[in-house]
T-cell receptor, first 113, second 113 residues
Framework: GENVEQHPSTLSVQEGDSAVIKCTYS??????FPWYKQELGKRPQLIID?????GEKKDQRIAVTLNKTAKHFSLHITETQPEDSAVYFCAASGSGSARQLTFGSGTQLTVLP | NAGVTQTPKFQVLKTGQSMTLQCAQDMNHNSMYWYRQDPGMGLRLIYYSASEGTTDKGEVPNGYNVSRLNKREFSLRLESAAPSQTSVYFC????????????FGPGTRLTVT
């Protein structure tokens, strides 16, 4: 089955700096890669996703890049703000009928004021 | 729309007791999922249902059973709870044609003593 590895497990940045979180996946058939943000005690919420026919996608301060050859994808957050502090999860999904997701282990991002 | 709802929010069980976690969605989604979240391990898929009438095992199905009662409802049952099942349980749902975003419920925090 699919295996998703995520690094780093913790990341501290100064407010206004950029943050980058990286994930690798093992199944070359995976074709959908979402990123979720989870605040303490809350449910995961989708912040951005990318499909395998696209190399990069941006949404305001957030961007995701995908390298299918190397089987890795990354989340980039620019101009970080204290409210960006949360746990971020990457995930990968194949072509199964339910498009089930395999999640990375998460990155605790702390933005220092 | 309420989205995805789960009951109960919190539960404490003694080893060997049984219980059922309830999940319902009002988004007319075909696919539904149950995850457990343990510290430092991300979300792991327990069972999923690609459509009404079908269920399949995920990564960590041992000790659990599920029922897809109808298109809206997907329940998770612990027949004989064990301390290793102490976790936060999330239900999610998604459509099977794009977009593939999974929407999560608020979670159930379960403690088994």
């Amino acid at each position: 089955g699919e295996n998703v590895e995520q690094h780093p497990s913790t990341l501290s940045v100064q407010e206004g700096d950029s943050a980058v979180i990286k994930c690798t996946y093992s199944d070359s058939a995976s074709n959908y890669f979402p990123w979720y943000k989870q605040e303490l005690g809350k449910r995961p919420q989708l912040i951005i996703d990318i499909r395998s026919n696209v190399g990069e996608k941006k949404d305001q301060r957030i961007a995701v890049t995908l390298n299918k050859t190397a089987k890795h994808f990354s989340l980039h957050i620019t101009e970080t703000q204290p409210e960006d502090s949360a746990v971020y999860f990457c995930a990968a999904s194949g072509s199964g009928s339910a498009r089930q997701l395999t999640f990375g282990s998460g990155t605790q991002l702390t933005v220092l004021p | 729309n309420a989205g995805v709802t789960q009951t109960p929010k919190f539960q404490v069980l003694k080893t060997g007791q049984s219980m059922t976690l309830q999940c319902a969605q009002d988004m007319n989604h075909n696919s539904m999922y149950w995850y457990r979240q343990d510290p430092g391990m991300g979300l792991r898929l327990i069972y999923y249902s690609a459509s009404e009438g079908t269920t399949d095992k995920g990564e960590v199905p041992n000790g659990y059973n599920v029922s897809r009662l109808n298109k809206r409802e997907f329940s998770l049952r612990l027949e004989s709870a064990a301390p290793s099942q102490t976790s936060v349980y999330f239900c999610a749902s998604s459509g099977t044609t794009g977009p593939y975003e999974q929407y999560f419920g608020p979670g159930t925090r379960l403690t088994v003593t």
